[in-house]
C-alpha cells in the first residue's frame, strides 16, 4: 500500500491566520491564538469515588481537584471543573489517545475518561482591550475584582457553548469551544475584537 | 442673529459656535451648531410646523425638549438608512443631516388628508370598533390596507440594514440611570466610596436640568459642576460613564437592558463601529434618577404649534441658545411655569402675559416679573388661533375673555416623575397629593430612587437625596459609602395646584374652543376620553385600550396623567381612586436591529461544520441546514441538469460501486461505568446487557409517554463502555433526556457519559467495493474480511498508518457498508484519502438527498416518520420491544389508544403508474371513496425517485399497512393537487433478505 498523506487539520486552520485584524491604528488590543498543542480528557467521577480520586489526584499529579469552577493546573497538566464530579483534564502536548489511556491508567477505578482533544478547538485570547472585546459576548462578569487568575466559567457567547479559564493577569484567557462550532465563534470573536485592533498569531 | 438662524441668541448656551453643522429638513438647507439637536436648530431656523399628527393631520411644532417629545417626529437619514419615528428633540445634530418630516402628503404645509379634522365626529375613540365593524368581510382586503395607508406614522427603510448592531454585558455594584444632579451625586458617593459604578444618561451631555437652568451651585453654573463631577468620575477606576445611553428596561434579577446609541450622532459609523450597542447591564443596587417630564395642560387647541412646554423653553434657551419665538406668553398653574417668564427677560424677549389659573401667587415671585408682563392670575387658555402656527391666544379672565397676540406660548402643567422603570417588574406608582403627581410605589429588590424621579422637585432636594440614596445603594452593595462634598444650591419656588383641563363652562362666551389634546402622538382628545367614560370604559386599562390613550410610542409620557385625571374627574374619584396603567420595557422604543445584534444574516444563529466541510467545499458540494449543522446535501458535477439527475447517479454509484458520505453530524456520547450497559437497557425498548463487547446494534428509545424519541446504533468496546449514536437532529434532546434519567431518576446508577459528537469524524463507506476501499485505510494488521468482521461488528483499531480508529460494519443504505470514525483532526485527510484510496473502485461522495433515498429504498423510519406522534410498533419495531425488562415509555406505550391495531402503521407505496410522482403529506383514501377527512387511513412520510427501481416509492403510516400489503389505496394531497393509486407493499424496496450487507 502506499503512504498515505495523512496530515492533521487543527480546529482554526484557514481562519486563525497570522496578521493584523479591524483597527489598524495603535498597538492591537486583542491578542489571539489557537492552542493546537493542548490534549483534553473528560474525566468523570465513578459512583461513591470523589473522595478517592481527590486523593489519587493530588499524589499522582500533585494538585487538588477544583470543586467550583476553577482551574487547577501544576507544570503542564491542568484541571478545570466542567461540573459536578466531571473535570477537563488539560495537558500541553501530547496526543489524546495516550491521554485518555495515561489517566485511564493512573485513575484507574476511580473515573471514567473520555478523550476529547479533538472536540474542543482553544482560543487564546489576550490584550489591552481583551476584555471588553469580550463583554460583546460572555455574560459573566470578568473584571479583576471577580474573576482573576485559575477562574473558569461554562457559558455561552451567542448561542455558542463555552469553557473559558482564565491563565494570568495579563489578562490572557482560553476559550474552549466545540470543533464544529470554531467558525461561527472565531467570526463573533474577530467582529467584536476589530474596533480594538486585533493581531493573530500562529497555533502554539 | 444671523439671517440662517434668526432665532438664535447672540451668545450663551452649551453649543460650539465654531462649529457649524449644515443640515437638511424637507430638502432646504439649514446650519446649526455643534451641541443642538435637531430641534434647536429648527427652532433657530424659525420652523415651527415639524410633523402632521397621526389620525387628524394637524400641523404639529415641537412640544418638549427631550424624549417625552409626542409630537416632533421626523424620518432621519435616507435610502437603507431611513429611521422613521425618530424625536427631533433627541436627534444630535451632525454635518450633513438629512431629515423629513411625516405623516403629509403633498407637502407639510399642506396636506390632504387633513380633512380628517373636519371629519372628526367620525373619528372618535373606539373609532375603528365601531365602523370597520361589518361587514367582515371587507376587513382584510378594504378597511386594513386603507387604515395602514391613513395611519402610521413614516416610512420604514424597505432595505436591508446596512449597519452593525452589538450586543454587551456589563456588571457594577451601583447603576446609576439618569446623570441629572440627583444622578450625579449618587454616582459621585458610590465611585469615591469604592464601588463599581455604571452611569448613563439618555442624552448626549450629562447634567439633565443642569444644562436647562441658570441655576448656581456654589458659586458656579450647574453646567460646569456637571462638568467637574464628570471629569472626576471618569479618573475613577472601575467607573464606566455612559452618554446616550437609555435604561428602557428592568428585568429579573438586577439586569437592566439599555441601549447606547454609539453612532447615531454621526452620518455613519467609523469603521468597526456599530450603530447601537444592546446593554444587559447586572447591578447589585440601582439608582433610579431619571428624574421628572412636565406635564402640559388640556385646554381647546393646545396642539398648535408655538405651543411648547414652559421648561423646555428654558431648555432652548439656556442650552442651546435659542428662542422660539418673540412674544412668549406663559400658561401654568405652578411656580415653576414663572421661572420661564423670567428666563425669557433675562434674553431679551417679550412677554406679554403670564396666565396662571391659580387664583393668587406669592408676591416674592410676582414681584420678580417684568413691568411689561400682565399677570393674569384666575386665569386660563380657553382657545388658541393662528392657521399653522401660534397666532393670538384668548384668556378667560376673572374680568372676563381677553385676546392676547403672541407668537408662541409656554405651558407648565405640573411635573410627573419619570417613574416608568419602576413599573418594569410590577411596581404600582402611587399618587401623592403634595406634588399631585405619581411617585414610584413598592421598588423592586435592588431598585431605589433619588431625586425628582421620587418627587423632588427643587434642585437641592435632588442634590441632598442624591447623595443620601448613593450612599444607601453603596453600602447595600457592600461598601463603606464615604461623605463628599456637595455645593449649596438654594430650594427655588416650586408651589403647584393642578388644573387638568380646562372645561367649557356653562356660560356662552367662556368656552375652551377647539380640540383639546390629551395624548397629542395618538391624537385622544379630552372629549374622547369623556366619551369612553360615558360608554362605560372607567376602569383605565380599558380607558387606555378603548381611547389608545397613551398607546403611542411615547407611552403617554405627556399624557397619561392628564387623561386619569379627566376621567377622575368625570367619575367623581380623585387620581388616587381611580388608580393608574403602569408602563412597560422599552422606556422608549428600540430599534429591531438593536435587539437582534449581531445575529442576522449568517450569524443569525451559528452554524456548525463537519470536519470535512473545506473538502466538501471544494468539491463543489450543495450544503443543506440540519439543525445548526451544515450537510453536504448532493455534490453537482459539470453538465449535471438538476438536482435529481445528480442524486440518481450517486444512488447509483453507491449500488454498484462505493460511496462515502459524512455522518460525523450523528449524535456520538460516550458511556462508561460498570453500570452502562443497565443504563442502556433501562433507556433503550430492546436489550443491551446481551450485546457482545465488539458488536453493534440497533436501537430505539420512548418518551416517558410511550412515543419513540429517538434511535441509532451503539456498540459495545468493553464491558463497562458503550459508543452511542443518536440521530442529527436529537443529539442534544438524548443527551439531556439521559442527565435527566441519571441525575434525577436513577442517581443510584454508576455510570458517566460525555458527548464525543465532536471527537469523532465519521464517514459512512456503503457499496459492493466498500471493503476494498476500507482495506486501504485501515492499518493492514487488522482483519476485516468478512469473516473476521462481519455485519454488526465492531472495533477500536488503527487506520491511516497509527492514527486511533473506529470501525463498525452498520448500513443504513442497505449496501455493504462501514462507518470508520477518526479523531476530528485527521477528518479533513480521511475524506481526501478515501478518495484517493477509492478512485480505482469508483468512489463517489455523496450527499443527505442521497442518504435519504437510499433509507426509503431500504425502509429505514427517520425523522419524518419519527415525529414524535409514531409509536414502536407504528414503526414496525414491536419486535424491539424486550418484555423482559423495565424502560423508559414501556408502561405508557400500552395505553388502549396505542395498541389500536387500527393505528397507521409503517408500510411501503408505490404508484400503480410507474410514471406517477409521490408526494410526503399526501393522505390515504380508499380507491372507489370521496377524498374527505372521514376515509382519512394515513399519511406518506417520505418518498424518493428510486433510481434503483426507475420510479418513484414511498414509505407512509396506513392503517392496519402491514395486513393489507398487495391492496392499493389512493394518495391525495390537495395542497399540490396530486391524486395517485399507489400499491400497498412491504417497507423495504432494496435487497428484502439483506444480502448485500451480510455480504
Known amino acids: 500500500m502506499a503512504k498515505l498523506d495523512v496530515t492533521p487539520c487543527s480546529a482554526l486552520q484557514g481562519l486563525a491566520i497570522p496578521g493584523r485584524y479591524g483597527a489598524a491604528n495603535g498597538g492591537p488590543g486583542v491578542l489571539l491564538s489557537e492552542r493546537a498543542d493542548l490534549a483534553f480528557a473528560a474525566v468523570m467521577v465513578r459512583k461513591g469515588a470523589g473522595e478517592a480520586l481527590t486523593r489519587r489526584v493530588r499524589a499522582v499529579f500533585g494538585l487538588d481537584l477544583p470543586t467550583t469552577s476553577r482551574r487547577a493546573a501544576r507544570g503542564s497538566l491542568a484541571f478545570v471543573w466542567a461540573g459536578p464530579g466531571h473535570w477537563l483534564a488539560v495537558t500541553e502536548g501530547g496526543d489524546g489517545s495516550s491521554f485518555e489511556k495515561l489517566l485511564r491508567h493512573d485513575l484507574s477505578n476511580l473515573a471514567s475518561i473520555s478523550d476529547q482533544s479533538d472536540g474542543w478547538a482553544v482560543v487564546r485570547i489576550g490584550g489591552v482591550r481583551a476584555r471588553d472585546a469580550l463583554a460583546k459576548g460572555v455574560p459573566v462578569d470578568l473584571n479583576p475584582r471577580v474573576f482573576t487568575a485559575g477562574d473558569a466559567a461554562i457559558t455561552t457567547v451567542g448561542h455558542i457553548g463555552v469553557h473559558l479559564w482564565q491563565l494570568d493577569e495579563a489578562p490572557t484567557y482560553e476559550f474552549a469551544v466545540l470543533r464544529s462550532y470554531t467558525a461561527a465563534f472565531w467570526r463573533w470573536l474577530i467582529d467584536s475584537a476589530a474596533e480594538f485592533g486585533a493581531a493573530v498569531k500562529g497555533p502554539s | ?999
Not at chain 2, 444622578?183 to 469615591?192: E, K, M, N, R, T
Open chain 2, 1 to 999: 442673529m444671523s439671517a440662517l438662524q434668526p432665532f438664535r441668541l447672540p451668545s450663551g448656551g452649551l453649543i460650539d459656535r465654531s462649529r457649524m453643522l449644515r443640515f437638511r429638513f424637507d430638502g432646504d438647507e439649514a446650519t446649526g451648531f455643534a451641541g443642538d439637536t435637531l430641534a434647536s436648530a429648527l427652532l433657530a431656523k424659525g420652523t415651527r410646523i415639524v410633523g402632521r399628527s397621526f389620525k387628524y393631520h394637524r400641523p404639529r411644532g415641537i412640544l418638549s425638549a427631550g424624549s417625552e417629545e409626542p409630537n416632533a417626529l421626523v424620518e432621519l437619514r435616507s435610502d437603507a438608512r431611513r429611521e422613521p419615528n425618530t424625536k427631533a428633540t433627541t436627534i444630535e445634530l451632525y454635518e450633513g443631516l438629512e431629515a423629513r418630516s411625516q405623516n403629509r402628503w403633498p407637502s407639510l404645509k399642506f396636506d390632504v388628508l387633513a380633512i380628517n379634522s373636519l371629519l372628526s365626529p367620525i373619528f372618535v375613540a373606539g373609532f375603528y370598533y365601531k365602523t370597520f365593524m361589518w361587514p367582515s368581510s371587507c376587513w382584510e382586503k378594504l378597511y386594513e390596507p386603507i387604515i395602514r395607508r391613513a395611519a402610521g406614522l413614516g416610512r420604514a427603510a424597505g432595505a436591508s440594514d446596512p449597519d452593525r448592531y452589538e450586543h454587551a454585558y456589563a456588571f457594577c455594584d451601583v447603576l446609576v440611570i439618569g446623570a441629572g444632579p440627583a444622578g450625579l451625586a449618587a454616582a459621585l458617593v458610590a465611585a469615591c466610596s469604592g464601588a463599581r459604578v455604571i452611569i448613563c444618561d439618555e442624552d448626549f451631555c450629562f447634567g439633565g436640568r443642569l444644562l436647562a437652568e441658570r441655576r448656581d451651585m456654589g458659586g458656579t453654573p450647574g453646567h460646569v459642576w456637571t462638568r467637574r463631577v464628570v471629569d472626576e468620575l471618569t479618573s475613577l477606576p472601575d467607573v464606566r460613564v455612559m452618554p446616550r445611553t437609555t435604561v428602557f428596561g428592568v428585568y429579573d434579577g438586577g439586569t437592566y437592558g439599555a441601549l447606547e446609541r454609539v453612532a447615531d450622532h454621526l452620518p455613519a459609523p467609523l469603521p468597526y463601529q456599530p450603530r447601537q450597542r444592546l446593554w444587559k447591564i447586572v447591578a447589585k443596587r440601582a439608582v433610579l434618577a431619571t428624574g421628572a417630564i412636565e406635564r402640559p395642560i388640556v385646554f381647546g387647541g393646545n396642539d398648535r404649534p408655538g405651543i411648547m412646554l414652559a421648561s423646555a423653553i428654558r431648555s432652548y434657551i439656556n442650552r442651546f441658545a435659542v428662542v422660539p419665538g418673540g412674544r412668549i406668553a406663559i400658561f401654568t398653574n405652578t411656580d415653576d411655569g414663572w421661572h420661564t417668564a423670567f428666563d425669557l427677560a433675562k434674553v431679551g424677549i417679550k412677554v406679554p402675559a403670564i396666565i396662571d389659573s391659580r387664583p393668587a401667587v406669592s408676591p416674592q415671585l410676582a414681584a420678580q416679573a417684568s413691568r411689561a408682563t400682565r399677570i393674569l392670575t384666575g386665569s386660563q387658555v380657553v382657545a388658541t388661533k393662528g392657521r399653522n402656527a401660534l397666532r393670538a391666544v384668548t384668556v378667560r379672565t376673572p374680568h372676563g375673555t381677553k385676546e392676547i397676540e403672541v407668537d408662541s406660548l409656554g405651558v407648565s402643567g405640573g411635573w410627573d416623575p419619570a417613574v416608568h422603570l419602576c413599573c418594569h417588574r410590577g411596581g404600582r406608582p402611587v399618587w401623592n397629593d403634595a406634588i399631585a403627581a405619581f411617585v414610584p410605589g413598592s421598588l423592586s429588590k435592588g431598585l431605589m430612587v433619588a431625586g425628582a424621579a421620587n418627587g423632588m422637585l427643587t434642585l437641592a432636594a435632588c442634590l441632598f437625596e442624591g447623595v443620601r440614596v448613593g450612599a444607601e445603594a453603596t453600602q447595600a452593595a457592600g461598601f463603606t459609602a464615604k461623605s463628599i462634598d456637595l455645593p449649596k444650591a438654594e430650594d427655588e419656588a416650586s408651589a403647584a395646584t393642578p388644573l387638568w383641563h380646562v372645561t367649557r363652562s356653562k356660560g356662552k362666551v367662556t368656552r375652551s374652543k377647539g380640540k383639546a389634546f390629551v395624548d397629542f402622538q395618538n391624537d385622544v382628545t379630552a372629549d374622547d376620553v369623556a366619551l369612553a367614560e360615558r360608554e362605560g370604559f372607567r376602569s383605565v386599562e380599558h380607558l387606555k385600550r378603548y381611547t389608545t390613550l397613551g398607546m403611542a410610542t411615547d407611552q403617554g409620557k405627556t399624557a397619561n396623567v392628564n387623561g386619569l385625571a379627566i376621567v377622575a374627574a368625570s367619575t367623581g374619584r380623585s387620581v388616587a381612586e381611580t388608580g393608574t396603567t403602569i408602563f412597560r420595557p422599552p422606556y422608549t422604543p428600540v430599534a429591531i436591529g438593536a435587539l437582534a445584534g449581531p445575529h442576522r444574516g449568517e450569524g443569525f444563529r451559528p452554524a456548525r461544520l463537519t470536519p470535512s466541510h473545506a473538502w466538501a467545499e471544494e468539491q463543489n458540494a450543495v450544503f443543506v441546514e440540519t439543525g445548526l449543522w451544515l450537510r453536504a446535501q448532493y455534490f453537482p458535477r459539470t453538465g449535471d441538469r438538476d438536482w435529481l439527475e445528480i442524486v440518481n447517479r450517486e444512488v447509483r454509484s453507491v449500488r454498484s460501486a462505493v460511496g462515502f458520505c459524512d455522518v460525523s453530524t450523528l449524535g456520538k456520547i460516550d458511556v462508561q461505568g460498570p453500570d452502562a450497559a443497565l443504563f442502556l437497557d433501562r433507556l433503550y425498548i430492546n436489550n443491551w446487557s446481551t450485546l457482545a463487547v465488539g458488536k453493534a446494534r440497533y436501537g430505539a428509545m420512548l418518551r416517558e409517554d410511550g412515543f419513540v424519541m429517538d434511535d441509532g446504533t451503539t456498540s459495545r468496546l468493553s464491558d463497562d463502555r458503550f459508543f452511542m449514536t443518536t440521530t442529527t437532529a436529537n443529539a442534544a434532546k438524548v443527551f439531556q433526556h439521559m442527565e435527566f434519567c441519571h441525575q434525577v431518576l436513577w442517581p443510584e446508577l454508576d455510570v458517566q457519559f460525555v458527548s464525543v459528537t465532536d471527537q469523532w469524524a465519521q464517514y459512512s463507506v456503503a457499496g459492493p467495493r466498500a471493503r476494498d476501499v476500507l482495506a486501504g485505510i485501515v492499518d493492514a494488521r487488522f482483519d476485516i474480511s468478512n469473516e473476521a468482521f462481519p455485519y454488526l461488528a465492531a472495533a477500536e483499531l488503527a487506520a491511516l498508518g497509527g492514527i486511533p480508529a473506529r470501525v463498525f460494519r452498520i448500513s443504513f443504505s442497505g449496501e455493504l457498508a462501514y462507518e470508520i470514525a477518526v479523531p476530528a483532526r485527521f477528518g479533513d485527510a480521511l475524506a481526501r484519502t478515501l478518495m484517493e484510496v477509492g478512485a480505482r473502485f469508483g468512489i463517489a461522495p455523496y450527499g443527505t438527498e442521497t442518504l435519504g433515498v437510499m433509507r426509503i429504498e431500504k425502509g429505514h423510519v427517520a425523522g419524518n416518520e419519527i415525529d414524535g406522534r409514531t409509536t414502536a410498533r407504528d414503526l414496525g419495531l414491536a419486535k424491539l420491544m424486550s418484555t423482559r425488562k423495565d424502560y423508559i415509555g414501556r408502561i405508557m406505550s400500552n395505553r388502549s389508544a396505542l395498541l389500536d391495531p387500527d393505528r397507521p402503521t409503517l408500510t411501503g407505496f408505490k404508484p400503480a403508474d410507474k410514471s406517477a410522482r409521490l408526494r410526503a403529506g399526501a393522505h390515504f383514501v380508499p380507491v372507489d371513496g370521496p377524498a374527505s377527512a372521514d376515509n382519512d387511513q394515513g399519511v406518506m412520510t417520505s418518498v424518493a425517485f428510486s433510481p434503483t427501481l426507475g420510479h418513484w416509492i414511498g414509505l407512509g403510516l396506513l392503517t392496519s399497512g402491514p395486513e393489507r400489503i398487495g391492496g392499493r389505496v389512493r394518495a391525495v394531497d390537495p395542497v399540490r393537487n396530486n391524486d395517485v393509486e399507489v400499491e400497498i407493499c412491504a417497507p423495504c424496496f432494496v435487497d428484502p433478505q439483506g444480502e448485500r450487507l451480510r455480504g
